[in-house]
C-alpha cells in the first residue's frame, strides 16, 4: 500500500494540509468549512466512500477523505 502523507511532509505544511478537516486554522483560513473534505474535492483520486485517496498534488502518497487543504476546491 502507499504511504498516507503526514502532515510534517514538506508538501503537506506548504498546503496547511490537516488530516482531519475538523483541525484546520479557522483563523488563517476563513473560508473553511469543516464540510470541506478530501472525498469532497476536484483533486481527489478515489472513490467518495474510500477512508484514503491519491490526490493530484501528493504525487506517490494518500490523504485521510476526512482531511483538507487550502487547495480544496469544490468537487463539479
Ligand atoms: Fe485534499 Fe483536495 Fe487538498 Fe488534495 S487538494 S489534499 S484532495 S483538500
Do not use: I, R
Amino acid at each position: 500500500a502507499q504511504a498516507v502523507v503526514d502532515e510534517k511532509d514538506p508538501t503537506a505544511v506548504a498546503l496547511s494540509y490537516v488530516a482531519d478537516t475538523t483541525k484546520a486554522d479557522g483563523k488563517k483560513f476563513p473560508k473553511h468549512d469543516k464540510a470541506q473534505q478530501c472525498n469532497g474535492c476536484a483533486l481527489w483520486q478515489a472513490k467518495p466512500t474510500d477512508a484514503l485517496g491519491n490526490c493530484a498534488l501528493f504525487a506517490g502518497k494518500q490523504v485521510h477523505a476526512k482531511g483538507w487543504c487550502s487547495a480544496w476546491a469544490k468537487k463539479a
